[in-house]
C-alpha cells in the first residue's frame, strides 16, 4: 500500500479556486493550521467552505475570511468573525447559517449516503423556511439535505503512513464525521507513525478515508 | 451580591447529582460555580466533552477547550466525543438541563436568544438544538435590558425554537411557564409582587404557593 504523505505544498496545489471545502476545527481547535496558511500562500479563491464556525480573524479559517478567498460558508457561529459579517452585510460573501446540531448531521449524511435527515431543530423558526416538513408518530420534524465537498481538510493528532487517524479530546469535533463527506481527504497530523502504532481500537477514521496525510510540525 | 451572581446561585439549586448539564455562554457559565456540595453534575461542553471543569493554571492544553476556545479541564469520568455524538446527546433527550441567556422571553414561553434582525447576526450555534432537545430548559437572564422588559407579550425577535421552556430566572423573580400562562413562583430578596409585576412586560399569573427566592440548597 501507498505511503500517503505528501508535502503541503503539493496537498494545497490539488485543491482549484472555486472548490468547496469541509474544514474541522471548532474555533479552530482541531483545525489544520498549516493547510490553511498555505491554501492563503497559493492564494485559493472563491471558496465555499463548510465549518462549524468561521473562528477569529486571525485564527484558522478565519484567516481565509479575511484574506477574501472565500465566496460562500456553511457553518452555524460567525458571532466571532466581525469579517464574516461584514462581508455578509456588504454582500461580499454568502453565508448560510445551519444549527449546530443538524450542521453535523447533514455531513454525517453527506458522507454515509442517506438522503437527509429530519431533525425537530428549527421546526417554527426561520430555519424551516424553504423547507419540507415531515409528520412522524404525530411529531413535526424538518427535512434537512445532505452535505459533501470536494475536499475535507482535517486536524488529526496522529497518522500513521497508511492514513489511519486519531483526535484527541476537543479536537476531535467534526473531523471524523467530515472524513467521510470530501470527495478528496487530507488530513494535517501532529505525530506521524509507522503503520501498526496505532491500535486498531484506538483508529478513530480509517485509512480507506484518508487520501492524503501531511505534517502538522513545520521542518 | 450582584445581579447575576444572584440568577447564578439560583439557578444551581435546580442542578442535581448525576445531572449532565450544558451551560450557554456568559451569565449561564457562572452557574458551575454555584452547584450545591454533594452533588456532583456533569457539564457537557457541546464542542465535545462531558466533565468538563475550569482551568487547571500551567496545565492548558490545546485540545482540550470550551465551545469559545478557552482552555478548560476535566475530572475524572470524563468523556470526550465527536460534534454528532454530542448533538445526538443534547437532541437526544441525554442532556438534563441546558441554562441558556435570553434576549427576549413570552407568554407562551418561547425563547429569542440568537439574533437581532438588521443589528447582530452571530448564528444560532448550539442553541436551537439545545432549546429543542434538553429535557429542561433554563433561562437564566437580567429582567430588563436598556429599561425595557425581556419578558415580553410575544416574541419580536426570531425565535430559538417553538418548544416552551420550563423555567426562567431573573435577578428580580423566578417564573414558570405553563399552558394557562407565566406563573410567578418567586420573587429575589427585598423585591416585592408589585415590583416584578410593574417591570416585566407579559402578564404575569401569582402563585399562591409564591416565595422568596432560596439562594443557598
Known amino acids: ?18 472548490a468547496s471545502i469541509l474544514f474541522g476545527g471548532f474555533m479552530a481547535v482541531g483545525g489544520p493550521t498549516r493547510l490553511v ?41 460567525i458571532g466571532l468573525n466581525p469579517d464574516t459579517q461584514k462581508q455578509m452585510i456588504a454582500g461580499d460573501i454568502e453565508v448560510e447559517l445551519v444549527p449546530q446540531g443538524t450542521l453535523a448531521e447533514r455531513i454525517r449524511a453527506g458522507g454515509v449516503g442517506l438522503g437527509g435527515v429530519l431533525t425537530p431543530t428549527g421546526v417554527g423558526t426561520t430555519v424551516e423556511e424553504g423547507k419540507r416538513t415531515v409528520e412522524i408518530d404525530g411529531k413535526t ?46 488530513a494535517e497530523a501532529e505525530d506521524i507513525l509507522p503503520v501498526g502504532c496505532i491500535a486498531p481500537d484506538a483508529v478513530m477514521t480509517p485509512s480507506v478515508l484518508v487520501d492524503h496525510i501531511v505534517t502538522a510540525r513545520p521542518r | 451580591m450582584d445581579e447575576k451572581t444572584l440568577i447564578a446561585k439560583r439557578v444551581a439549586l435546580e442542578l442535581f447529582d448525576g445531572d449532565l448539564v450544558n ?36 496545565a492548558e492544553n490545546n485540545d482540550l477547550t470550551d465551545a469559545g476556545g ?3 479541564s476535566a475530572l475524572p469520568g470524563a468523556a470526550s466525543f465527536d460534534s454528532a455524538l454530542s448533538f445526538g ?50 433561562v437564566a437572564m437580567q429582567h430588563s435590558a436598556k429599561g425595557e422588559s425581556k419578558i415580553v407579550k410575544r416574541c419580536t425577535l426570531p425565535l430559538t425554537s417553538v418548544r416552551r421552556v420550563d423555567l426562567v430566572v431573573t435577578d428580580l423573580a423566578v417564573i414558570e411557564p405553563t399552558d394557562s400562562g407565566l406563573l410567578l413562583k418567586e420573587t429575589a430578596p427585598g423585591v416585592t409582587v408589585e415590583q416584578v409585576i410593574a417591570n416585566t412586560g407579559a402578564e404575569l399569573i401569582v402563585s399562591p404557593d409564591l416565595r422568596t427566592m432560596p439562594l443557598e440548597g
Not at chain 2, 96 to 118: F, I, K, R, S, Y
Open chain 1, 1 to 18: 500500500m501507498k505511503n500517503k504523505l505528501i508535502s503541503l505544498e503539493d496537498a494545497v496545489a490539488r485543491i482549484p479556486d472555486g
Open chain 1, 37 to 77: 496558511d498555505e491554501i492563503i500562500r497559493q492564494r485559493k479563491s472563491g471558496l465555499t467552505i463548510i465549518a462549524n464556525d468561521t473562528a477569529r480573524p486571525h485564527q484558522g479559517i478565519g484567516k481565509l475570511v479575511v484574506e477574501k478567498l472565500v465566496a460562500k460558508v456553511i457553518t452555524s457561529h
Open chain 1, 141 to 186: 420534524f424538518l427535512l434537512e439535505t445532505p452535505i459533501k465537498a470536494d475536499f475535507a481538510l482535517l486536524a488529526a493528532k496522529q497518522a500513521d503512513l497508511y492514513g489511519n487517524l486519531t483526535y484527541a479530546l476537543t479536537a476531535r469535533n467534526f473531523n471524523p464525521i467530515m472524513a467521510l463527506a470530501g470527495a478528496t481527504v487530507i
Open chain 2, 23 to 58: 451551560l450557554g455562554i456568559g451569565l449561564p457559565t457562572l452557574v458551575a460555580r454555584y452547584v450545591p456540595v454533594g452533588r456532583h453534575v456533569f457539564f457537557q461542553s457541546e464542542n465535545g466533552i462531558l466533565g468538563m471543569s475550569g482551568p487547571i493554571t500551567g
Open chain 2, 70 to 72: 478557552s482552555p478548560i
Open chain 2, 89 to 138: 446527546l443534547i437532541r437526544g433527550g441525554h442532556l438534563d438541563v441546558t441554562v441558556l441567556g435570553g434576549l427576549q422571553l413570552d407568554e407562551e414561553g418561547h425563547l429569542a436568544n440568537w439574533m437581532v434582525p438588521g443589528k447582530m447576526v452571530p448564528g444560532m450555534g448550539g442553541a436551537m438544538d439545545l432549546v429543542t432537545g434538553a429535557k429542561r430548559v433554563i
